[in-house]
């Protein structure tokens, strides 16, 4: 459902479930209008909003994740760090989530 949704956005989907030993994971690595997005998708049952578990922790792990993989890959561009909260039937895209 995110990869749809971030296609019909007029994302380029680069690289799912991108694993940094000892860091963590990035769900979705995606491209947009010359910005590198790194995407958090985060979906739960309908009596819990999943938005919740973006939690403080998660995050850092997302940061360090996304600093990894731009040193090694050797990539100097803009990005974002991105989130896709999944609710029943509903996708809401929420961007610059760490600022």
């Given at each position: 459902?995110?990869?749809?949704?971030?296609?019909?956005?007029?994302?380029?989907?680069?690289?799912?479930?991108?694993?940094?030993?000892?860091?963590?994971?990035?769900?979705?690595?995606?491209?947009?209008?010359?910005?590198?997005h790194?995407?958090?998708?985060?979906?739960?049952?309908?009596?819990?909003?999943?938005?919740?578990?973006?939690?403080?922790?998660k995050?850092?792990?997302?940061?360090?994740?996304?600093?990894?993989?731009?040193?090694?890959?050797?990539i100097?561009?803009?990005?974002?760090?991105?989130?896709?909260?999944?609710?029943?039937d509903?996708?809401?895209?929420?961007?610059n989530?760490?600022?």
């Amino acid at each position: 459902m995110a990869i749809r949704f971030l296609i019909q956005e007029g994302f380029v989907i680069i690289e799912r479930n991108y694993f940094a030993r000892k860091l963590g994971e990035i769900d979705i690595i995606a491209s947009r209008d010359g910005v590198l997005h790194f995407i958090e998708v985060k979906g739960a049952r309908a009596d819990f909003d999943p938005i919740y578990n973006l939690t403080r922790s998660k995050l850092r792990k997302i940061i360090n994740s996304t600093n990894y993989y731009m040193k090694t890959q050797n990539i100097d561009m803009p990005f974002s760090i991105d989130a896709i909260i999944i609710r029943v039937d509903e996708v809401e895209f929420i961007e610059n989530i760490t600022i």
